[in-house]
């Protein structure tokens, strides 16, 4: 863009230029030129001769839709802008929603509508003509962005906080409960959108909060402070402030666990309900297990001869044994649980042996889910974290490169073995016998296998001495290295990442569980003269004083 304004001479001889030839490059008119210029005198000018061009939006799919009083807001000509407006510019149908002004391709995306433009820029004096010429506040662009939506999505936060307070001084408290409330494409609300984007700095969300709030009552130093739940708790809201925080992406969305009310919110939950009927829930599973467990182990079995004289357990036959095979299918838990044994079910019905595998998994997977109940305990949840981190993390990434280098070797291996006695190098007849024998190597379960009467050739003792060292003294450090990192990083994060547990868990009891059996939070509005249909919860806070 260049700043000098150019003769007016110029000008018009571009004016001519673009009567003859309507538009230019770009799908712009002369009044977009004269805009971009900041010349306010060959815009009158213009506009004098042609006023039909004050609303002619740019054609081409790059800055398509926007017009001149797009332009002077984006140049923050308060005198252009003011001029527009007296010849009655469009303040409430013009959207720039050309790829320039698009999120995530564009570079300046500002909310398409002049005012998210203006608010974008934070000139208050532009706002406040631009909303007494009848600029909507309510308006939303292609994504559900109002101005409230856009201020949360700008990056300066000091800025954004600004002219928050400044939009809410020209309005009602009605108008401002309104615009709080619309909800996106996605369905935020601006606040929500705040929590959403990980704002915790300068924070958006914060600023809602403390406008939202009242002190209820002061003694000496303790205040007493009602905040408004509305979009915090999960009461009767399905993707409420707490659901965003659990199920956000963002890092440092935890972060607003710390913040007030939500912290106070769900320590109240936890200490009054949570853990109790968590607690219970854990009690029942473990006992849902150990029942499991004993119908397992002490299936109808009945001894068999073989041929070689020795007895063996075998399943009794299913007419026999019906009611005890079908006692583990009916202990419920978790749904992969459930799946496993109505397979083993219906392998059993099916007279297949495989059911014996079937309930294997079944076992390992419904001890191991125990670990999940770690999460309510204080002393187990960041262990609980930290194992999930490394299986999903560290160790998944470490065999991936594992698999490639055991596939590679245990190819190279088997070349040379495959022309050696298979009868005397049992543990390398074949490639998938080669395979796992590399892997006990690898984790030092064994040595080198085969009789030591017999040489090995160089080239396999080479081989050998490669594998063990890219394998086990390199690949298996870097998984401690790995796994070290993340303990660093879990203890550091310990108690965040426990309060993330427990948010999650609030949550999924409170969607599981009948609301008959859940106390609502808060106070009713009606009750302490505030607004009817809405809750309130009360933080006390202590302020100390020093001389």
Request: hydrophobic fraction near 50%; proline fraction near 5%; charge should be neutral.
């Amino acid at each position: 863009m260049v700043l000098s304004h150019p003769p007016s001479l110029s000008l018009l001889c571009l004016a001519v230029e673009y009567l003859l030839y309507p538009t230019g490059a770009v799908g712009e008119n002369v009044l977009h030129v004269a805009a971009l210029y900041n010349n306010k005198e060959a815009l009158e000018v213009l506009l004098d001769f042609y006023p039909f061009l004050i609303n002619e939006a740019i054609l081409c799919d790059l800055y398509k839709g926007e017009t001149i009083l797009h332009i002077a807001v984006v140049n923050q000509n308060v005198m252009m802008v003011k001029e527009l407006l007296s010849r009655n510019a469009d303040t409430k149908n013009a959207r720039a929603r050309g790829s320039f002004f698009s999120p995530g391709k564009g570079q300046c995306y500002y909310g398409e509508y002049v005012l998210s433009f203006a608010v974008c820029m934070g000139n208050e004096k532009i706002v406040n003509l631009l909303i007494k010429s009848g600029a909507p506040l309510n308006a939303q662009d292609t994504q559900g962005n109002t101005v409230l939506h856009m201020l949360v999505l700008h990056p300066n936060k000091t800025l954004a906080c600004r002219m928050y307070d400044y939009l809410m001084s020209l309005i009602t408290i009605d108008k401002i409960r309104y615009l709080e409330s619309i909800i996106n494409n996605d369905g935020f609300t601006p606040m929500k959108l705040a929590v959403q984007k990980g704002d915790v700095t300068v924070s958006m969300f914060n600023h809602f909060i403390k406008r939202r709030k009242q002190v209820y009552w002061a003694f000496g130093p303790v205040t007493s402070t009602l905040y408004d739940l509305t979009g915090i708790d999960t009461w009767e809201d399905e993707l409420s402030v707490l659901d965003i925080i659990c199920t956000s992406k963002e890092k440092n969305v935890r972060e607003l666990l710390e913040v007030t009310p939500v912290k106070e919110v769900l320590h109240h939950k936890w200490t009054n309900w949570g853990y109790k009927f968590f607690f219970l829930w854990t009690v029942l599973y473990i006992l849902h297990i150990v029942i499991f467990t004993i119908c397992c182990v002490y299936r109808p079995l009945e001894p068999i001869r073989t041929k070689m004289n020795v007895t063996i357990m075998n399943l009794k036959p299913l007419s026999v044994s019906m009611l005890s095979d079908l006692t583990p299918s009916f202990t419920g838990g978790p749904f992969h649980i459930i799946m496993l044994v109505t397979i083993s079910m219906i392998l059993r019905f099916a007279g297949s042996d495989g059911q014996t595998t079937i309930l294997a998994l079944a076992l390992i997977c419904a001890w191991c889910n125990v670990i999940y109940f770690a999460r309510g305990f204080e002393l187990l949840g960041p262990l609980c974290i930290m194992i999930q981190k490394m299986i999903f993390g560290d160790l998944m990434r470490f065999c991936s490169i594992l698999i490639l280098v055991i596939i590679g070797f245990a190819a190279a291996f088997d070349v040379h073995f495959q022309a050696l006695n298979p009868d005397v190098y049992v543990y390398f007849s074949d490639f998938p016998i080669t395979t796992f024998t590399l892997f006990q190597l690898m984790m030092g379960l064994t040595d080198l296998p085969g009789p030591p009467s017999i040489p090995v050739p160089d080239i396999i003792i080479f081989l050998y001495m490669i594998y063990m060292f890219f394998a086990f003294v390199l690949l298996l450090n870097v998984l401690i290295a790995l796994m070290g990192d993340t303990h660093y990083r879990v203890v550091h994060e310990r108690r965040l990442l426990w309060k993330a547990q427990i948010a999650a868990t609030i949550l999924l009891l409170e969607r599981r569980l009948p609301k008959w059996l859940l106390p609502r939070l808060g106070i009713p509005g009606d009750a302490v003269g505030l607004e009817e249909g809405k809750w309130y919860f009360s933080v006390e806070i202590l302020f100390f004083f020093s001389k």
